[in-house]
């Protein structure tokens, strides 16, 4: 059973950090892209950052661009999201989600965790 | 960039009812749309992809349509599952994704 399972988030200030994970189990990790995709309160979905299987390809949205690092651990079945400089419009439920690029759709979604920006 | 956007913005509609929402973009994008579920709190759920392929697991009542610029999303018969809020994804050849505002669809 595919299970992608976001732990990392919380409560932090403005303009400090926090590292999100995702842990895959019940796929092939290295065969897939992965994304992150947030949901602030009440609003619609925004594409974070998606990254290649073999992290030879990166890109980030505007909004967070600089400021978020994807990165992926493929020994670990893990895929990370650093953020730094964070806002209060930051504040959103984040996903990981599986990438089926010969689709160009994301499969696989995982329960998202919850990061708020407050002082 | 491509833009995408849904309408309407909310819909209410009895159960039984034929439903369609529609997606536009901004520019042609060909066939690379997918459509996905969200109920509040959870996680969504792809229901088609390519614009009209049924993800696999997903009920035959759904249906999607269109190519280039305009795609619609249809339900031939609504379910007391079925509602929930539904958005439209565009993922281009570098994986970036625009998802549409969402269509909430709810019980009128």
């Known amino acids: 059973e595919v299970q992608l399972v976001e732990s990392g988030g919380g409560l932090v200030k403005p303009g400090g950090s926090l590292r999100l994970s995702c842990a895959a189990s019940?796929?092939?990790?290295?065969?897939?892209?992965m994304n992150w995709v947030r949901q602030a309160p009440g609003k619609g979905l925004e594409w974070v950052s998606c990254i290649s299987r073999n992290s030879a390809y990166i890109n980030y949205a505007d909004s967070v661009k600089g400021r978020f690092t994807i990165s992926r651990d493929n020994a670990k079945n893990s895929l990370y999201l650093q953020m730094n400089s964070l806002r209060a419009e930051d504040t959103a439920v984040y996903y990981c989600?599986?990438?089926?690029?010969?689709?160009?759709?994301?499969?696989?979604w995982g329960q998202g965790t919850l990061v708020t920006v407050s002082s | 960039d491509i833009q995408m956007t849904q309408s309407p913005s909310t819909l209410s509609a009895s159960v039984g009812e034929r439903v369609t929402i529609t997606c536009r973009a901004s520019?042609?994008?060909?066939?690379?749309l997918a459509w996905y579920q969200q109920k509040p709190g959870k996680a969504p759920k792809l229901l088609i992809y390519?614009?009209?392929t049924l993800q696999s697991g997903v009920p035959s009542r759904f249906s999607g349509s269109g190519s280039g610029t305009e795609f619609t999303l249809a339900i031939s018969s609504l379910q007391p599952d079925d509602f929930a809020s539904y958005y439209c994804?565009?993922?281009?050849?570098?994986?970036?994704?625009?998802f549409g505002p969402g269509t909430k669809v709810d019980i009128k």
């Open positions: 989600a599986r990438d089926v690029v010969t689709v160009a759709a994301s499969d696989y």
């Open positions: 520019q042609s994008i060909s066939s690379w």
């Open positions: 390519k614009a009209s």
């Open positions: 019940g796929f092939a990790f290295s065969a897939y892209g």
């Open positions: 994804q565009h993922e281009d050849g570098y994986s970036r994704s625009t």
